[in-house]
């Protein structure tokens, strides 16, 4: 399977502090791939790389077989939807809100329309539309900013914290539409619930102290772990 994108010997520090020290990770096209790690490991840094938002202190980033740097950061970057633990909606209708980007992008109204109601449908909120995105259950509201995430059809989604302060029966809905995404668009999820990457993973990358341990299949990282390391991570004792 072809390499969606690349991290190699990646490094990135603020104000002399390392967030992540030489990470080497390959995420491929249509998987979910999920990044575990206690908090302040690095795996937000390490997601804001991959959407091209900041740029590494050292080390490359290869999206698709082409290094990115500042000249060609920006066609790559409208490839890349990253959509963070706590991102704000807009005081206005669930429409509103999801068409945002796409009236950024100039699309045409009609077209707007029918992606919208695309995207309700896909996170389970259709004849939302007119209702205020902010007087929405929070877990209504989650699956309103992952509908404005797809609805711009991303190659690459990066999603950190999806579920988190989600009540059970959002978070089971929130799992069910990042499982449906394999194999059509590739998933990169970061998260410190050990029980989320068992369950949606095709495979999981271990990051401690800014740097990844290990990268396989959860059966591997969470009933055959190779060390007492990685042993100790898939039982939460880091966390």
């Not at 491929?28 to 740029?55: C, F, Q, S, V, W």
């Not at 068409?99 to 449908?121: F, K, P």
């Not at 999820?189 to 029980?195: D, E, G």
């Not at 989320?196 to 095709?202: G, H, K, V």
Request: charged fraction near 30%.
């Amino acid at each position: 399977m072809a390499n969606h994108i690349k991290l190699k010997n990646v490094a990135r520090e603020y104000d002399g502090v390392s967030a992540l020290r030489g990470v080497n990770l390959e995420v491929e096209d249509g998987e979910i791939l999920t990044i575990i790690g206690p908090n302040g490991a690095g795996k937000t840094t390490m997601l804001r790389i991959m959407a091209l938002l900041d740029e590494p202190s050292k080390g490359k980033v290869i999206y698709r077989g082409m290094k990115v740097d500042r000249s060609n950061a920006h066609q790559y970057r409208k490839k890349v939807t990253m959509v963070f633990q706590r991102p704000a909606l807009f005081n206005t209708t669930v429409f509103e809100n999801i068409a945002y980007g796409l009236r950024l992008r100039d699309q045409e109204e009609h077209r707007i329309a029918a992606r919208v109601e695309s995207a309700l449908n896909s996170v389970l909120l259709k004849g939302f539309g007119s209702r205020m995105a902010k007087k929405l259950s929070g877990g209504e509201q989650q699956r309103v900013i992952l509908a404005r995430a797809l609805v711009l059809e991303p190659e690459l989604l990066l999603l950190d914290e999806p579920t988190a302060s989600l009540d059970p029966t959002n978070g089971i809905i929130v799992e069910k539409i990042i499982r449906r995404l394999r194999g059509r668009t590739t998933v990169v999820v970061a998260t410190h619930n050990i029980f989320l990457a068992r369950r949606i993973s095709d495979r999981v990358g271990c990051l401690l102290n800014g740097k990844i341990i290990d990268v396989d299949k959860p059966k591997n990282i969470f009933i055959k772990p190779k060390n007492d390391i990685i042993r100790k991570f898939a039982r939460g004792e880091f966390f």
